[in-house]
C-alpha cells in the first residue's frame, strides 16, 4: 500500500495503519451516508460511493464504537 500523511500531525505512516503511530488520530473517514470506509477522506467534498456531502458530517472511524461490550 501506500504511504500518506497524516492529517493532524503531518507524519508519513504506512497504507496498512488505522491509526497514525506518531499521534494516533484515526486515518479511514465512514460515510455517515452508506457506511463505505475510505481511507485519508479528509479533503473529499463528496463520497465517492454515494455522493454525500462530507463537509457537512464527516467522521473518523473508532472501531470500539462499532460492537458493544457486554459485561
Not at 492529517?7 to 455517515?32: R, S
Not at 470506509?37 to 472511524?61: A, I, L, Q
Amino acid at each position: 500500500m501506500n504511504a500518506y500523511k497524516c492529517p493532524k500531525c503531518g507524519k508519513v505512516t504506512g497504507g496498512n495503519e488505522k491509526f497514525c503511530n506518531e499521534c494516533g488520530q484515526p486515518l479511514n473517514i465512514i460515510c455517515p451516508e452508506c457506511g463505505e470506509v475510505w481511507r485519508f477522506m479528509f479533503d473529499y467534498k463528496f463520497c465517492p460511493s454515494c455522493g454525500h456531502n462530507m463537509k457537512k458530517e464527516s467522521k473518523p472511524t473508532n472501531p470500539s464504537t462499532h460492537k458493544p461490550i457486554n459485561l
